[in-house]
């Protein structure tokens, strides 16, 4: 059976700074039911359902909400995108111990400019990667991007054999896939064409 209808008794007029008028429920009718007819009686009530009312209420009833637990630097104030030390990191012996093991495990193995190499010489590489380190620097690159850059660059030397005319080509090569690995934001091939002047194009490095 439908619950029966409810009567509303007004004490006064409606109108804005007089009281509310008084609700009577009848059974059958819940206490929040009242509170809505209430409310909607008086035309007073406010819905905060959306989310910025409801926000800034709560803002508003607990002082110091906007204050942070922790301190926070805004990276976009400042003219870098170096990540901060990680002291758990630097103190732990165990760190040194697996970058030596690493090392013996990436570096080049052999002196390529004698063994591999037929039209590399030491200067042409000592230009190439100046050239890498300039474009770090103005990208303003993480550290350990040019050095891992380098390390590719070397490796890649060490295996395959390659005409001068290809090593700017693979200076951006490598560049690029250190920069992927070590950045939030790596580098593109259209800015790594452009600081050739395009000589090598976008679809080589690709």
Known sequence: MAPQAMTATATGPSSAGLPPPVVTPVSGVTASATATAATAATGT?????????????????????????CEEIIYEELDNRFAEPDHHMIHDERIIQNLI?????????????LQVQQDIKPNMRKIVTTWMLEVCDEQKCEEQTFPLAVNFFDRFLCALRIDRYHLQLLGCCALLLASKIRQCQPLTVDVLSAYTDHAVSPDQIR
Request: charged letters at 10%; glycine letters at 10%.
């Open 45 to 69: 009530g406010t819905l905060m359902s959306s989310g910025t009312g409801a926000t800034a209420t709560l803002a508003a009833n607990l002082p110091g909400i906007n204050q942070l637990a």
């Open 101 to 113: 093991r690493l090392e013996r495990l990436t570096i080049p193995h052999c002196n390529y400019f």
